[in-house]
């Protein structure tokens, strides 16, 4: 095992309690509660990305007694249930962990810091660096040189100078810190009316907690007399309190390699818990081969450069249901852009460009831009047939500077991913082409160079801005057809995507 990367452990029954209670209820349409377990899996995500580890484990409490009920049978007795939303979450997000390649440790007997601590105890003297994530203030007995605390959900880094900052005292005098201030969430019995600024002022003074038993008789006032009733029972307190370096594991530091994951299971599981965004992700990891979509093999694109061949396209586009446009200009500033040509698709694999505006040496003959769009205003202001575009505010601005306002606007696939996946970061037709169609299209610079020396869309040959245009509105037609079908079925999404979003599409054109 490799010392450059930590080993990172998860207290999972901390973080699922916090997330439970911390984060908005999410309820399937079946009726399965489902916020806990998103909000668990969310800083997994976050964990791996942060800190890219190899070695990593997600720790739960197991069912049943532990040692620590056998030695003080009140142990946690003020605790109430388990609330049954919380419990159904147990399982689905176990599977969802082990799904994830991620090891998931539950000891019967044991709670799992005692779990977590003896990982630690064992890295430590591997000389393997510990970050182990969890929101129990308890956990801060552990910190070494060698351990670190984080807790994801304030954002919080904890190492030895941290705790001292925090509580007043060094990593190795919080077992004492403890059992003198006890613990009401655990039923943990401390000395009465002993808060914290009196446990960190003896510990300062005394050193320790043995020594200040050693002493107790000088403490004086009835803080003194509470210390000194309590001389018996604090023994038990610090066994309570104390976590567990020793505790029998099948696996050491070195069993928890992170495994590849079971994205198929994942998938199905993801489903069932309607987390539609991660179903959209998983698509980054799927062999395009195993796609659901086609294979884009069959292309049919016209270049049309003739009134007859644009007449019999304007027809075809006037009797569908919808169709695919995308704007080929000069500048991806609206405000700057001349319209060199339009492409159009009606069906998946049929699509044409009209160039209008190729103005380099030789360029072919073309139709009038004028012309062209004199036909075709009525078609993009009429209601119907419905538009779809990738990022059609763009559109919408460059036909508006030649006074077409366009109306009857259907789809943005640009936004029906954003919807469905809103935490990913690239929404670009070449990024969704590539994870929905398994696709890689033609790239920009591939037909107009790079740099200073890069060509606006006028100066390009004909033949390969046609292709590349023309490519354009068949793939958005195809990604329509791939992700329509993700969205539909969401009646809270499709909500999102119908009422806000879209309506949101000419607002923001209008007012840029």
Not at 16 to 32: C, E
Request: glycine residues 6%.
């Amino acid at each position: 095992m490799s010392s450059k990367k930590p080993l990172v452990l998860v207290d999972g029954s901390s973080y699922l309690y916090r997330a439970f209670h911390a984060l908005p209820p999410l309820i399937t349409s079946k009726g399965q509660p489902t916020g806990a377990i998103k909000g668990v899996l969310n800083m997994l995500i976050r964990l791996r990305k942060d800190y890219n580890p190899d070695y990593m484990a997600v720790i739960f409490d197991a069912k049943g007694k532990t040692f620590r009920d056998d030695m003080y049978p009140e142990y946690k007795a003020n605790r109430p249930p388990m609330p049954d939303d919380l419990r159904c979450q147990i399982e689905p997000l176990h599977s969802a962990i082990r799904l994830m390649g991620l090891p998931l440790l539950i000891v019967d007997g044991v709670e799992a810091d005692d779990v977590i601590g003896t990982l630690c105890h064992i890295a430590s003297h591997q000389g393997i660096d510990t970050i182990v994530s969890t929101g129990d203030k308890d956990m801060a007995q552990l910190v070494t040189d060698h351990v670190t605390l984080i807790n994801t959900m304030t954002d919080s880094k904890m190492d030895r100078e941290g705790v001292i900052e925090k509580f007043g005292i060094p990593p190795e005098r919080i077992i004492d810190y403890l059992t003198l201030v006890g613990d009401s969430v655990d039923n943990i019995p401390g000395v009465p009316k002993c808060g914290p600024k009196t446990a960190v002022k003896w510990l300062t003074e005394y050193g320790s907690l043995d020594e200040l038993m050693n002493n107790a008789d000088k403490v004086k006032g009835k803080i003194g007399e509470n210390l000194r009733a309590s001389l018996e029972q604090i023994p038990l307190s610090k066994d309570l309190a104390t976590i567990k370096l020793d505790v029998e594991l099948e696996q050491q530091p070195t069993d928890l390699k992170i495994q590849e994951p079971d994205n198929a299971s994942l998938l199905e599981l993801y489903k069932d818990l309607e987390f539609k965004a991660w179903i959209a992700e998983l698509a980054d990891d799927v062999d395009p081969g195993q796609s659901n979509n086609a294979e884009i093999t069959e292309t049919h694109y016209d270049c049309i450069t003739s009134e007859d061949a644009f007449n019999t396209w304007l027809q075809q586009l006037q009797h569908c249901d919808a169709f695919a446009f995308d704007t080929e200009t000069t500048s991806l500033n609206y405000m700057q852009a001349e319209l060199v040509g339009v492409s159009f698709s009606i069906e998946p694999g049929k699509a044409a460009y009209v160039p209008v505006a190729h103005d380099y040496p030789g360029a072919p003959d073309q139709l009038s831009r004028d012309w062209v769009l004199q036909q075709l205003k009525p078609l993009l202001e009429a209601d119907t047939p419905k538009k779809i575009g990738q990022n059609l505010k763009y559109d919408k601005s460059v036909l508006a500077r030649y006074d077409i306002e366009l109306q009857g606007i259907g789809f943005d696939t640009m936004l029906e991913s954003y919807v469905l996946n809103s935490t990913a970061s690239r929404h670009d037709m070449d990024s969704l082409a590539l994870k929905y169609l398994g696709h890689k299209n033609i790239a920009f610079e591939d037909i107009a160079g790079k740099g200073s020396k890069q060509l606006t869309f006028n100066q390009i040959d004909l033949q390969q801005a046609s292709d590349y245009a023309a490519e354009d509105a068949d793939i958005t037609l195809r990604l329509h057809h791939a992700l329509w079908p993700q969205l539909e079925p969401e009646t809270e999404l499709c909500r999102v995507f119908h009422d806000i979003e879209m309506p949101l599409l000419p607002v923001l054109s209008k007012i840029e």
